[in-house]
């Protein structure tokens, strides 16, 4: 019997809660609903997301690896690290196949809990994920449903599994100012091709173009929806053996290239909405770069 296209997995033997989206050509994506956290993209039959072995899948942190949500603030501040999307169980709107594709709806409300933070607004975040044989898209709709304007930062910290970091490139930032985050200083890339050869935490911002993660005779393209920025992060041997969620040596096989708009805010009015979010596609690495 053929595998479902779509099966939900309830969590019945003490596992978080998922969904199991199954496309065409050996495509895949697994979602969890503890942070809308798409913890596995296979596109060819091959894994394109890396999710450290030792990765917290019980709810008591966020997931490390795959594509973690940050809402409504990147990196330290009032709430904990990266916001409370990440960490919060979102609700499965629905989950359909349309054509050759198959699409997953997920929502995030206010609680109690949020309310009650240093950032208590009433919002809505309407997140689409499409899968198709060699694409996938993850799209957040935000929504002011309060009274009061508010403003956020958000990103998809996308971790993607590479064979090896030093044979890997990231092209499509040559000429874009960031702020480099290990060194404190503000630069503009100078290179066609970026190799991570050390820890590396960059802000590129006002990114215009599309960006390329390049690895063997293969690519993924990384391109933005309304999102101004792209974080580049490795924590090289260092800093992965600080964390107790990651393994020492893991950082030879990831890179996160992430989307988002952080280096500044997006303001939403009472009832305002704005959609974000990313298109990743695997070709060949041989094809037209856009």
């Not at 949500?69 to 609700?91: C, D, M, N, S």
């Not at 995030?108 to 899968?131: C, G, M, Q, R």
């Not at 390329?212 to 309304?226: L, M, Q, W």
Request: charged share 25%.
């Amino acid at each position: 019997m053929p595998a479902k296209a779509i099966e939900e997995i309830n969590g019945a033997d003490g596992s978080l809660e998922r969904v199991v989206l199954r496309g065409q050509n050996g495509s895949s994506a697994e979602i969890y609903l503890y942070g809308a956290t798409i913890t596995s993209w296979k596109s060819q039959g091959k894994e394109r997301l890396f999710l450290s072995k030792q990765a917290h899948l019980d709810g008591s942190k966020a997931v490390r690896g795959g594509i973690p949500i940050v809402f409504p603030q990147f990196g330290p501040g009032e709430l904990p690290q990266h916001g409370f999307a990440r960490t919060r169980k979102w609700t499965l709107v629905e989950a359909i196949e349309h054509g050759a594709g198959i699409v997953a709806r997920f929502e995030l409300k206010e609680n109690s809990d949020t309310l009650a933070s240093k950032w208590p607004y009433k919002f809505v975040l309407h997140y689409t994920i499409d899968l198709t044989a060699t694409t996938l898209s993850t799209v957040i709709k935000y929504e002011n449903t309060d009274t009061r304007e508010f403003s956020f930062t958000s990103l998809m910290h996308t971790y993607f599994q590479v064979p090896d970091i030093a044979q890997t490139e990231v092209t499509g930032l040559k000429g874009v100012a960031y702020i480099d985050k290990v060194k404190r200083v503000e630069e503009s890339e100078q290179h066609d091709s970026i190799v991570v050869t050390a820890n590396e935490d960059r802000v590129y911002t006002n990114v215009l173009g599309v960006v390329n993660v390049v690895y063997g005779d293969e690519r993924v393209s990384v391109t933005r929806f309304n999102f101004k920025d792209v974080v580049l992060w490795n924590p090289w041997a260092e800093k992965a053996a600080e964390m107790s969620d990651f393994g020492d040596s893991e950082y030879k096989n990831m890179i996160c290239v992430e989307v988002g708009t952080v280096a500044s805010k997006i303001t939403l009015r009472p009832g305002q909405t704005v959609s974000c979010g990313q298109l990743l596609t695997v070709e060949p690495a041989t094809g037209p770069q856009l």
